[in-house]
């Protein structure tokens, strides 16, 4: 039973422009909100975080949306850059577990 | 300081035989965790530890496979007889408060079973 859904496996973007990446939860209870980056390879790295609290979470070119009502998150990532290329996992904290989403490899075009 | 380190990092063994996966957390990293991504899934929770004692291992799939950490510092995940649906890529993580600050993974072990 998934309780943390990334829909898009892949995504495509031009250099510069916006990347959005999406995930959907089924757990109200879930506290907080991470993204996790992936190259091929290496383990998960952490990106970027949110509080159940919060709404909008902002770091440099990344900002992470949540909307509690919708139990739907948002990654967005401007300007996009070729390094960000990776595949994103979206988790989600209750008590010490992690619940991640399958990823969603994103690829930005030169 | 050195992150999480995890070996092997690939492993290719036949259906029925044994592997054993070993990770080093962070030193001084009481919660050690393990985790596994079957090709194209979600990364999966098998088990937590704090220092030696299991806290949490509702994830573990069966009783094929057995983890430790003796000492409360590297631990092992062992596979025993090995299935083909095992196949995955088997990361572990380490944080030293239990909360999602300064969690830290390791690059993973690639099993393929054949």
């Known amino acids: 039973d998934q309780q943390v859904k990334q829909n898009s496996p892949s995504l495509s973007v031009q250099e510069g422009r916006i990347s959005i990446l999406n995930c959907d939860y089924t757990?109200?209870?879930?506290?907080?909100f991470l993204w996790y980056k992936k190259y091929p390879a290496e383990g998960p790295t952490f990106l970027i975080s949110?509080?159940?609290?919060?709404d909008k979470n902002e770091d440099g070119r990344f900002t992470v949306f949540l909307n509690k009502s919708a139990k739907h998150l948002s990654l967005h990532i401007v300007p996009s850059q070729p390094g960000d290329s990776a595949v994103y996992f979206c988790a989600a904290i209750s008590g010490n577990q992690f619940y991640f989403g399958t990823g969603t490899s994103l690829t930005v075009i030169p | 300081e050195a992150g999480v380190t995890q070996f092997p990092s690939h492993s290719v063994i036949e259906k029925g035989q044994t592997v054993t996966l070993r990770c080093d957390p962070i030193s001084g990293h009481d919660n050690l965790y393990w985790y596994r991504r079957v090709m194209g899934k979600e990364i999966k929770f098998l088990l937590h530890f704090v220092k030696e004692s299991k806290q949490d291992e509702s994830g573990m799939p069966n009783n094929r496979f057995l983890a430790e950490r003796t000492g409360g510092t590297y631990s092992t995940l062992k596979v025993q007889p090995a299935e083909l649906e095992d196949s995955g890529v088997y990361f572990c993580?380490?944080?030293?408060?239990?909360?999602?600050?300064?969690?830290?993974f390791g690059s993973g072990t690639r099993l393929t079973v054949v």
């Open positions: 757990n109200s209870m879930f506290d907080y």
């Open positions: 949110i509080s159940s609290i919060k």
């Open positions: 993580a380490s944080s030293q408060s239990g909360g999602y600050y300064g969690y830290t």
